[in-house]
């Protein structure tokens, strides 16, 4: 399986060349620490990180 | 000295209050059975009101904290084999986005090995959601406090945390393991000047703050 990348700005994970999420191509192979959001209105994790869309996502971005 | 026969009358008057007490006691028996069921038939039509008396508390205590949108979230620590959160997270993404288990989230920290943390309304689901998936090995008993979980999503930048004459570990870097004092500090660019104590010259060197921890930490 390929490495994953992580968006800069969203910090969403993707095994592609565009952020699933913002549609940015900013993305960084150095990346820790996964978080999965299944249901942002209700998470608490989702509202303390400011995540508003279901997807996986890293916790720290360099 | 009194009579023996009045003794006996009034024994006999005894005896015979005693019969009328007995009857007495026998209707007032009737009596309260009948407002037993009388009781037990207000208690029927009152039972309701109690029931409704607790919504209404729990509405109460579920109010103060709105500031938070989902104030019924609890996190549980999934043990899993050593080395496969990831494999078990990304099993656990595919499970729960098909059959739509109500679980809010899950976190894979480093700094948290060998588990997983499930965030999900009841405890139920998230053993819904972990039930058959490979390399679960058991669940920590209760449930974690968010505010335990608070401090590994928000990380402050190290170098916020530096200031001038503080004394650091560099812990990165070829000067890993030596210890410095710090003279200066760029916030921008997250750098921070420090003169290593343990070189025998007195050297500044500029480093990443990510590579400086605050001793005694």
């Known amino acids: 399986m390929a490495k994953e990348k992580a968006c800069r700005k969203c910090k969403a994970l993707t095994s592609g060349k565009v952020c699933p999420v913002c549609k940015s191509t900013d993305l960084s192979p150095d990346w820790s620490g996964i978080i999965l959001v299944f249901d942002p209105a209700k998470s608490l994790v989702a509202s303390t990180l400011e995540i508003t869309t279901p997807s996986r996502y890293a916790l720290k971005v360099q | ?217």
């Not at chain 2, 999900?120 to 974690?144: K, S, T």
């Not at chain 2, 990510?210 to 930490?217: E, I, S, V």
């Open chain 2, 1 to 217: 000295m009194s009579d023996p026969r009045e003794d006996q009358e009034e024994d006999l008057d005894v005896s015979l209050d005693d019969e009328d007490n007995n009857q007495d006691l026998e209707d007032t028996d009737e009596a309260q059975q009948g407002k037993e069921e009388e009781a037990s038939a207000t208690a029927a039509a009152a039972k309701p009101a109690p029931a409704a008396a607790p919504t209404t508390t729990t509405t109460a205590s579920a109010a103060p904290p709105s500031d938070r949108p989902a104030s019924d979230s609890r996190f549980f620590a999934i043990r899993t084999t050593g080395g496969q959160e990831r494999m078990v997270a990304d099993m656990l993404y595919t499970k729960v986005t098909a059959k739509k288990i109500g679980i809010r989230s899950v976190m894979v920290l480093d700094s948290f090995k060998g588990y997983i943390i499930v965030e999900a309304p009841d405890a139920n689901v998230a053993y819904e959601g972990l039930a058959g998936i490979r390399h679960v090995r058991g669940q920590i008993r209760g449930d974690l406090p968010f505010k335990d979980i608070e401090g590994y999503l928000i990380k402050k930048p190290t170098v916020t945390e530096l200031n001038i004459d503080d004394t650091v570990e560099v812990i990165a870097g070829p000067f890993k393991g030596m210890k410095a004092k710090i003279t200066r500090v760029d916030y921008e660019k997250q750098e921070a000047t420090v003169v290593l104590l343990d070189s025998p010259y007195q050297i500044p060197v500029t480093v990443d703050a990510n590579y400086l921890k605050k001793a005694g930490h």
